[in-house]
């Protein structure tokens, strides 16, 4: 069980948008479409931002969305706020009844 | 509203036992739902431990089974999570957190997190 690859960290202007990638293998995200995504400013707990791989949960911003193609999981965060500044992961279910995180991606604000 | 709060040593011994508590408010575990141990080495990324139901239903990460010991109290609404032989390796902020398990699989709710530093 590996961890998900995403990239090590991501930047943008407010006002821009960006997409963070979470890369796994047919047995994880490529076989299930239950990948969720959680936002982590620093010194905090992890926040849900999207579950099954593309739907928010209450309270969470139509800025924030996210899909799949084939292995790879992608969220999408437009018009960029300051406050979106955060690490952000991905989780996958993995079969047999286990689920993998991505290593994990900084995203800067400029 | 449902809060999640754990409680542990802050440090520990190596080739000790960790031994770390989560304390659930505002919905009985009894009631359903998996509940989940995620941890994050410092300046690292997540890691998925376990996720329990409080029948004692466990599923497990597979490289930390063989150390990993669960356990539920209703009566007290917490879970708490044992791993053993420690090293400097399993020092990380453990989280505590609902797992929606056979739903969306996502994990909805956190605890803020306690530090395990391993270290003698």
């Known amino acids: 069980q590996s961890a998900l690859t995403q990239p090590a960290s991501v930047s943008g202007s407010p006002g821009q948008s960006i997409t963070i990638s979470c890369t796994g293998t047919s047995s994880d995200v490529g076989s299930y479409n239950l990948v969720s995504w959680y936002q982590q400013h620093p010194g905090k707990a992890p926040k849900l931002m999207i579950y099954?791989?593309?739907k928010r949960p209450s309270g969470v911003s139509n800025r924030f969305s996210g899909s799949k193609s084939g292995n790879t999981a992608s969220l999408r965060i437009s018009g960029l706020q300051a406050e979106d500044e955060a690490d952000y992961y991905c989780c996958s279910y993995a079969g047999s009844s286990t689920w993998v995180f991505g290593g994990g991606t900084k995203l800067t604000v400029l | 509203q449902v809060q999640l709060q754990e409680s542990g040593p802050g440090l520990v011994k190596p080739s000790e036992t960790l031994s770390l508590t989560c304390v659930v408010s505002?919905?009985?575990?009894?009631?359903?739902?998996?509940w989940g141990w995620i941890r994050q080495p410092p300046g690292k990324g997540l890691e998925w431990i376990e996720s329990m139901y409080h029948s004692g239903n466990t599923y497990y990460n597979p490289s930390l089974k063989s150390r990993v010991t669960i356990s539920v109290d209703t009566s007290k609404n917490q879970f708490s999570l044992e791993l053993s032989s420690v090293t400097a390796s399993d020092t990380a902020v453990y989280y505590c957190a609902r797992h929606l398990v056979g739903a969306t699989e996502a994990f909805d709710i956190w605890g803020q997190g306690t530090m395990v530093t391993v270290s003698s």
């Open positions: 505002g919905y009985f575990i009894s009631s359903g739902y998996y």
């Open positions: 099954e791989g593309s």
